[in-house]
């Protein structure tokens, strides 16, 4: 049995819970909801859903959950999703960047509602090697979505590891005038992703429970959850 939380203070929970339960796991997944710290010691992974991510913030940092999260991502896996992946991310940069408070367990730069005005929302295929059916496009629900505008990780951070990309094409042209740094020679480089991992973590710019497709949710319990759980039963007490 696995235990995953769903930060439930606002945005997109019960979506997630719905799929989380329907998703076609081996293994029995318990689903904690949670509001407050007592919850989320319960949980062996946490799902941070989308929403709006100056809210979910204030109302993490008014139930005293902010710094239990980041703590808890220390150890165990977390999947923000849309605003819960801005969460996730070490900066926000960009002129609609608001001033929230970040948990930040992936090491990425990411811009708040970066597709900008004229494709603020909508919809895309994605493929996505990683998940069963492979060549079975994911549909993505892309919703004010946040742009990943830099990767930065350090010398000691783990790898991150692309998992979809999406056409540049659906890039507002004002994004391809501007070099991301120095080092990077093209500069939408990071910006047609939307969908990543680090370490024990994982980030999609869209809204795989908003789909009737479990595949995104399968793919985190199986390799996200499952190998902690078991690494941890089988290190030496
Ligand atoms: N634009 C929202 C934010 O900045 C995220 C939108 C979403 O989660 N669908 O928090």
């Known amino acids: ?5 769903i930060l439930a203070l606002q945005g997109a929970f019960a979506e997630h819970q719905v799929m989380l339960q ?7 997944v318990v689903i904690v909801l949670v509001r407050q710290q007592e919850d989320l010691d319960k ?22 959950l902010l710094e239990p999260i980041r703590e808890f991502l220390k150890t165990k896996p977390v999947w923000g999703t849309c605003a819960g992946a801005i ?9 609609k960047k608001g001033g929230q408070e970040l948990l930040g367990g992936i090491s990425i730069t990411i811009e708040r ?21 492979a060549n079975r496009p994911f549909h993505g629900i892309f919703i004010r979505a946040p742009v990943v505008i830099g990767l930065n990780p350090s010398p000691t951070d783990p790898p991150i590891q692309i998992i979809s990309r999406i056409s540049a094409s659906l890039l507002p042209t004002s994004q ?9 020679t093209d500069p939408r480089d990071s910006r047609t992703i939307v969908a990543l991992r680090q370490g024990l973590h994982l980030l999609t710019t869209f809204h795989p429970e908003l789909t009737k497709d479990d595949r995104f949710h ?10 902690t759980l078991s690494s941890r039963s089988s290190s030496p007490a």
């Not at 799902?47 to 991510?53: A, N, Q, T």
């Open 43 to 64: 949980c062996d992974a946490l799902i941070i859903p989308g929403g709006e991510s100056t809210t979910i913030a204030l109302l993490a940092r008014l139930a005293g």
């Open 218 to 227: 399968e793919y985190f319990v199986r390799e996200c959850v499952l190998p």
């Open 113 to 133: 509602n970066g597709f900008g005005s004229q494709v603020e929302s909508f919809e895309a295929p994605l493929e996505v090697e990683s998940l069963r059916e």
């Open 176 to 184: 391809t005038a501007v070099p991301l740094d120095e080092d990077d």
């Open 1 to 5: 049995i696995v235990t995953i939380g």
């Open 22 to 28: 329907k998703a076609s796991l081996k293994r029995r």
């Open 87 to 95: 969460l996730l991310s070490r900066s926000v940069e960009g002129a």
